[in-house]
Structure formats: structure tokens, C-alpha cells
């Protein structure tokens, strides 16, 4: 009794990459669609290093963004959290990320999730041929963003509607600056990390 097999006899794995600085409802909601219409296995979610983009602000410590990822996807069977960017060290790339899931998992096929806002960024990104090798790649819709696959290899992207939650990390730190609340925008047990943690009140 194994894990899942798709009809190709390999396993199904997302990957949902992200800072999470907190992670909110629209990750969730994201994973959980595209789970559902790929037929995917399991939804690792792996929360960044040190993101290279984001070297102008700072990132909560690796040790809480992950923290809270665990407690916002401990009661789902089919979503794990993953230690491989934080344990690498130094900026992370997405297409490390995808290397080393492939070499941890050679029985399946990756499957990785993007916001469109991320997704007009990927050519930006190292090695941006070599990711399409990797991964099959799931743009899904965000509120603010338009979603396209233009100027990406045909093929390699699918663009999927998710169920439109106008959430983001950067928001939910600003409300948590000003004392506004962020419950039903994140998990309960986030809401509840982030007070014990006293994360983001100085912002
Ligand atoms: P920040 O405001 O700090 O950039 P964020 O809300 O964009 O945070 P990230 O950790 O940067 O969250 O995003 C991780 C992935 O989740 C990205 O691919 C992003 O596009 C996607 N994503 C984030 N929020 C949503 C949302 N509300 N709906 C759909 N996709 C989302
Ligand atoms: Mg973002």
C-alpha cells in the first residue's frame, strides 16, 4: 500500500515555493485546487531561504516562516512542508529547489505552483530554461495580476483558476503593524504564532 500512483505509475508532487512571511489562505487555497485538478499525490510546500528578490526588506527568520508553514498545513494528509531551501544556505533559487526535489523524489513528477504574479517573473529567474525540464509548471490566478503564459514554453505551462483571495504576505504584515487583525486571513494557529512571536509588530 504505497503512495498514489497517476496512470504513468509515477507519483503526483506539487510544489508550492514561497517565502511565507506569514503563509495565508491564498497559498492554501492555491494548493489545495491545483491538488485537486492535477490529481496530485501531495503538496510540498517549501519556504525560501534567503529570497533573492526580497533583499531589500527584511525576511522573518527562516526558523518562523517555517514554523508557521508546518502549523498552517499539519492537518491536511496531503500537504508536507519541506526543510531543503532553508538547509541549503545562502539565496535561494528556485531551480535548485527543483534539482534537489527530483533527486530526493526520482519516482515522481513535479508539478510547481506559481501565482501569476511570480509566473510573469520566471524568465527572470537562474536557469530559467533548465526549470521547464524540471517541473511542469501551474500558473494560477491571483486578484491584481494577469495571468499569462506568454513568451513561455508551449507546453510547459498550464494556467488554472483558483478561487480569487485577495491576501498577501506583505498585507498581512502591514495589518499586524497597525494592530488591525489578520484572523481568517491566515490560519488560527498563525495568528496565534505570530502574537507569541511578536512578529511583525515593529514594521
Ligand atoms: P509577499 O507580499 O511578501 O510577496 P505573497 O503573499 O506574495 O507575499 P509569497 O510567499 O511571495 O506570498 O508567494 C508564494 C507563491 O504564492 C507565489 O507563487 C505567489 O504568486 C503565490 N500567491 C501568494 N498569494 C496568492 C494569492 N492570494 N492567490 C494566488 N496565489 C498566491
Ligand atoms: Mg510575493
Known amino acids: ?45 517549501v519556504p525560501t531561504g534567503q529570497p533573492w528578490q526580497k533583499s531589500h526588506r527584511a525576511v522573518s527568520a527562516a526558523e518562523d516562516r517555517y514554523l508557521m508553514t508546518v502549523v498552517a498545513t499539519v492537518e491536511n494528509p496531503q500537504f508536507s512542508v519541506s526543510r531543503i531551501d532553508i538547509d541549503r544556505g545562502g539565496p535561494t533559487y528556485t531551480v535548485d529547489t527543483l534539482r534537489d526535489l527530483r533527486a530526493l523524489n526520482p519516482d515522481a513528477d513535479l508539478f510547481f505552483i506559481t501565482g501569476a504574479d511570480a509566473l510573469a517573473q520566471i524568465l527572470t529567474w ?54 488591525d487583525p489578520v484572523w481568517y486571513l491566515v490560519p488560527d494557529g498563525v495568528v496565534r504564532y505570530i502574537d507569541k512571536r511578536h512578529l511583525y509588530r515593529g514594521e
Open 1 to 45: 500500500d504505497g503512495p498514489a500512483e497517476g496512470p504513468s505509475g509515477r507519483r503526483r508532487l506539487g510544489v508550492m515555493g514561497g517565502t511565507f512571511d506569514p503563509i495565508h489562505h491564498g497559498h492554501l487555497v492555491a494548493a489545495s485546487e491545483v491538488a485537486a485538478q492535477f490529481r496530485l499525490d501531495e503538496v510540498v510546500f
Open 126 to 179: 537562474r536557469d530559467s530554461e533548465e526549470l521547464f525540464s524540471l517541473a511542469h509548471f501551474i500558473g494560477v490566478t491571483r486578484p491584481g495580476h494577469t495571468l499569462t503564459d506568454a513568451g513561455l514554453p508551449k507546453g510547459g505551462v498550464s494556467l488554472v483558476e483558483v478561487p480569487a483571495l485577495a491576501i498577501s504576505s506583505t498585507d498581512c504584515r502591514a495589518r499586524v503593524a497597525k494592530g
